[in-house]
């Protein structure tokens, strides 16, 4: 019965920490920049660079409130942390360099266009730890760097079924091309 109770409790406690209003209100300064609604143009993990970036928002979000921690700054980071476009870095860059160079780019134009603080800043640039050579200083960094891995990882799950599908979409129609 106790652990009845404990269990029910946990799960009360993390539904009310996902609040769709407050959430949107975080974002509203965002869908509102023109500049960072093109990163809805970048593709990014077989995706776009604005649903990857919505995603680990929403995801700080939900773990950063559930453990206590400045969520507003932790949020606004994780919406911030891949704010760069691909014409910001020469065609043939590495990926690995751009890895590493990116969340510099994303810093830069975070500055530009919002009034971001000192722990969003941390965040924004640390964020592709152990990558970069410093770590985030604080939790909601932290926070945002494991969240950015973990929708990375399914990301990038997600696009292997696609690539294998359109792989043999394109196998069948070469068949049916010689089989004419
Ligand atoms: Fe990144
Ligand atoms: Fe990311």
Redesign the pocket.
Known sequence: MIKNIVIEESISKDLLVVDEYEFEDIAAEFINCEEYMNLSLES??GTQ?LK??FK?AKGTYIIAKSLGLDYKSATRAAFL??FFFNDNFPEDIKSIKRSKEHPKQALLNSQKYFNINEKEADAILN??YPLTPTRPKTLEGTTLSLV??G??IQEYILSLGTRKTKNTINQLNKKLIKSR
């Open positions: 990014h993990h660079r990857h970036s680990v942390h891949d964020h592709m950015d891995k929708v990375a």
